[in-house]
């Protein structure tokens, strides 16, 4: 089974986002950039289903060459190759037809994804992806198993779950608790310094959105404390003060 | 040229957020001078769908083939891109959910259009199409200047207040043509929580953490959501204890909530866990520690014990009723 593991290079989830150049970019002094967490879960899970049913583990991601020390991670946690398309992410359509490129030529029978960036928080890439491929796509998928050609797997809907079939090929966006985040150890780090990690050059897309600044949300006023002897008023508070009750 | 908005049906009728979708596209069909059109999928009562005319749209284009029922991400693009092609629409809106966005996503692969999600703003006109949207999980966000001709916008909650007219719409039959290849997956079962409210819908949310203690301890914090007509929610701990469900469970890698009131209830406020609601309207804590970071996203804060407060919220809001 070959499956194809697509990972973002994002910011530490603990990270105080802040601008630079005019607020046109991210101001990454003293950011540690992480593989994305919902990535992180696709992965981990890619890694069992190949310990299980045998196979192999790709990760792609499309971005700049500083991401390259969270693909290693990737790799140490137990993929075994790595595609890095060299290029700025820029809008979804760009990235997910770049994923879908490469997964044109390669066949996967999985495309596993997070169920969002936390970047960009788009939570689409995973169904341009299907789409550009003509396959289905679900999201956010909390427990995924392999049967043959078959996927059985749970996917959260609103207020509750529901479980389904379908044959292979499939796009997931993936979230907890599909599986546990895994720590690379010390065999995965040694190895995955001479696993392949093919850098390829992306295909032209149209611009079809481009995010031209940035700006913060405007600072939260001071937060009214209320004695908690008069626990009370704070329902009158909300009703005529704040008006949302 | 018309909007189209594509809804989403909850027991008969259309969803909070899907009116939400439905003013916005109205707004933008007044500013480029055209009209709106909803999309509904599935069975849904006509009376119901002509409601859609309450929040801006002019008519109503129905699916009723009984597949479309079973919620389908590749079915119903595949309709929605029929839609705009028929009505000629070059900006397609709906809501911001699960459904929204892959929906979304795929009829942007289809109609070879943009698509932008989490959008925050009305779009602004003046040489070109531009709208803000929410990044890095509510921590920033970015100014979209939209170069594709179809737009595809899926609409974060409350970001647009929901307007009522009293009108109604027309309601037309619409008869896709349907792919097989769209009904390979088959559901086998389905767990609904009994909860009558779903968070992403709430306009109130009651939350619990740590501080709550043990599962055993939730009564409280439910009978306040009773009396408030609120959901239920909780901290990933909560959720990893299993003390709730999973899908209670709010933050950077739960869910993200948008609501009007969240009364967050013996939770320390860390930072993955504000990422999901920092959309909220007005936040409330309670937490016995002054020094909970929480406070510092609060509107109003309650330093003390939540198995003293809360009881005794619930039996003000009782008594305020
Ligand atoms: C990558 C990553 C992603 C994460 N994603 C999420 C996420 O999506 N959502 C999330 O919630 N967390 C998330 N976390 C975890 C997060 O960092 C915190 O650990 C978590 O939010 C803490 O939960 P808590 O506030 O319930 O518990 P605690 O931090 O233990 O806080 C309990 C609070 O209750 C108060 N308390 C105790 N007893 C009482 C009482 N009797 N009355 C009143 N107050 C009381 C205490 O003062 C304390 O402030 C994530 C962490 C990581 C690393
Ligand atoms: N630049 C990228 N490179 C590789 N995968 C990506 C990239 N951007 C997004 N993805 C994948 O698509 C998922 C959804 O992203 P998004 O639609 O941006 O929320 C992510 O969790 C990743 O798995």
Known sequence: ?245 | MSVLVFVEIDNGSIKKSSQEAITYGAEVARMTNATATVLALGAADESALAQAGNFGATKVLHASDSKLTQENNMAYADVLAQAALQEGSSVIVMAKTGLGDAVAARAAAKLKASVISGVTSLPDLNGGFKVTRSIYTGKAFASVDIRSEIKILAIRKNAIEVTESGNTATVEPFYPTLKDASFTAKVTDVEKSNAELSLSEADIIVSGGRGMKGPENWQPLIDLAKALGAATGCSKPVSDLDWRPHHEHIGQTGIKVAPNLYIACGISGAIQHLAGVNGSKCIVVINKDPEAPFFKAADYGIVGDVFEVLPRLTKAIENSK
Request: net charge negative.
């Open chain 1, 1 to 245: 089974m070959k499956i194809l593991v697509c990972i973002t290079n994002v910011p530490d989830t603990t990270a105080k986002i802040t601008f630079a150049e005019s607020d046109t970019k991210l101001n990454k002094t003293g950011i540690q950039f992480i593989i994305g967490p919902y990535d992180d879960y696709a992965l981990a899970r890619a890694v069992e289903l190949k310990e299980q049913n045998g196979g192999t583990v790709t990760v792609l991601n499309v971005g700049e060459a500083e991401g390259e020390p969270q693909i290693r991670k990737a790799l140490a946690i137990g993929a075994d190759d790595a595609i890095r398309v060299n290029a700025e992410p820029t809008d979804s359509y760009f990235v997910a037809s770049q994923i879908a490129h490469i997964a044109q030529q390669n066949n996967y029978d999985l495309i596993l994804m997070g169920r969002e960036s936390i970047d960009f928080n788009s939570g689409v890439v995973h169904g341009l992806v299907g789409e550009m491929l003509g396959i289905p796509s679900f999201s956010p998928v909390m427990k995924l198993d392999i049967e043959g050609s078959t996927a059985k797997f749970a996917r959260e809907i609103d207020g509750g779950k529901e479980y389904m079939e379908a044959p292979l090929p499939l796009v997931f966006g993936c979230q907890e608790p599909i599986a546990d985040w895994k720590i690379p150890n010390m065999r995965g780090i040694m190895t995955a310094r001479t696993k392949p990690l093919q850098v390829v050059e992306p295909v032209a897309v149209d611009d079809m959105a481009i995010n031209e600044k940035y700006t913060q949300p405007a600072a939260k006023g001071e937060c009214k404390m209320i004695p908690v002897e008069d626990v009370e008023k704070l329902v009158t508070l909300l009703r005529t003060e704040a008006k949302v009750l």
